[in-house]
């Protein structure tokens, strides 16, 4: 008998019908003879809705309160899927994230898991039950709720997974596993049937969407073998796992984010301490800053452009505005129409000459790069947003990732 963690997205129950669907897939798991804990998100839209409702009560919600609304909407899915496996004749019981409890600390918004508390569920799973988990939440060691960021019932379900030592994460989605990009831009994306922890991580933090960053951060701390597969259909899935003897390829895939914007800083005193009054406030107000450049300094003087994510930027340019005054710099300037194109591949670090194909690539379509970073295993730049989808066209061709392997 195995403990196997199923996970459904938004678009897996998004209504009724939906939701039966998945009742009858995890019934049929259940008459196999598993332990099942089974992790929901909230219905298509929903919490998109709820957000909505947050940002036209104030321009800049209070995050606890925050938290507090946009968490509801698994409540929704976790009894309506346990009342239709309860229908359909098992034992299903639903939990939320305090229930558990799911404990996290107090970064509203994006809270991190500390612990979670296993006696409720394993005394469900022993008594029978399917277990019906809230993804997304949690709760503070002040009693407070939390959630963990959008995408954030992937990391529940691996959490999860890790403390309870399950056989498998399922995490299921509406496709069919990994593809080398996305197949909504490039038709002739290929769906990987293996990927290592370290390329699916460095693909979910540069925008890929199919598994949340800090999931797979959990799936490669604690071995958490993570089966990515369709609602849909039975075929495909991709497996991301530590597997060290698997061929690498130079470039397994192409990411992008729109979900960026850039702020500059200019002319600002080029001298030890700048970069840390700057970046300071920005960490205790958990804004998390990506890419950095800075030029060279001009009679002592240098300009500072750093990028974070879109849902952070109003917050961000309150902040730098009042440090621009302190630190005298002429101005701020900022832009929200730009995009991160990504490069990963296992195979990057025994292969010369990869930065270079990506430029000339991006170059022959007169694509101006505005940002560059890189790690062992990725190239990313920063380019005009209108320029994405063919910037990871021509990508994908340049580096044949439309060919099968």
């Known amino acids: 008998m195995a403990l196997v963690v199923k996970k459904f997205g938004g678009t897996s129950v998004g209504d009724i019908d939906k939701i039966k669907n998945v009742a009858r897939k995890v019934s049929k798991a259940k008459d196999k003879g598993d332990d099942l804990i089974v992790v929901v998100s909230a219905m298509s839209g929903e919490t998109n809705k709820l957000v909505d409702y947050t940002n036209k009560t104030a321009e800049i919600p209070d995050l606890r309160e925050y938290d507090v609304v946009v968490s509801t909407g698994e409540q929704v899915t976790i009894g309506l899927l346990s009342i239709a496996l309860n229908a359909m004749g098992h034992k299903a019981k639903s ?49 407070n709720i939390t959630t963990l960021g959008r995408g954030g019932s992937d990391t529940t379900a691996v959490a999860l997974a890790a403390a309870l030592k399950a ?73 991301v796992t530590e597997d060290k003897d698997m061929e690498e390829a130079v470039v397994s895939g192409i ?39 800075q030029n060279i300094s001009t009679e002592g003087n240098t300009d500072l452009t750093f990028t974070v994510a879109k849902s952070d930027f ?20 900022s832009d929200q129409s730009i995009a991160k194109i990504s490069i990963i591949g296992a195979g990057m670090r025994s292969h010369a000459g990869v930065a270079q194909q990506m430029f000339s690539a991006l170059a022959k379509e007169n694509i101006n790069i505005q940002m560059i970073s890189t790690s062992e295993i990725k190239i990313s730049c920063v380019i005009e947003a209108k320029y994405t989808e063919l910037a990871v066209r021509v990508l994908h061709e340049a580096f044949g990732l439309d060919k099968a392997k």
């Open 314 to 333: 109003k917050r961000a340019m309150e902040i730098i505005k009042d440090i621009a005054k302190d630190i005298n710099a002429k101005n701020v300037v």
């Open 95 to 143: 939990f939320l994230g305090f229930q558990i409890p799911i404990i996290t600390d107090s970064s509203f918004s994006k809270s991190r898991i500390i612990k979670i508390e296993q006696d409720k569920i394993k005394k469900a799973l022993k008594e029978g039950y399917i277990v019906v988990v809230a993804g997304f939440q949690g709760i503070d060691e002040k009693g």
């Open 255 to 293: 990411a992008y984010d729109k979900n960026e914007a850039k702020i500059t800083l200019v002319q600002i005193p080029d001298k030890p301490g700048i970069a840390s009054k700057l970046f300071k406030p920005l960490t205790d107000a958990n804004i998390n800053v990506d890419m950095i450049v």
């Open 167 to 239: 056989d498998v994460c399922e995490i299921y989605t509406d496709v069919d596993g990994v593809y080398t990009t996305d197949p909504n831009i490039v038709p002739e994306a290929r769906r990987l049937d293996k990927i290592s922890f370290e390329e699916m991580l460095e693909m979910a933090s540069l925008g890929a969407k199919v598994l949340q960053t800090r999931s797979v951060e959990f799936a490669m701390k604690y071995k958490v073998p993570v089966m990515v597969k369709s609602t849909f259909t039975e075929s495909g899935g991709t497996l």
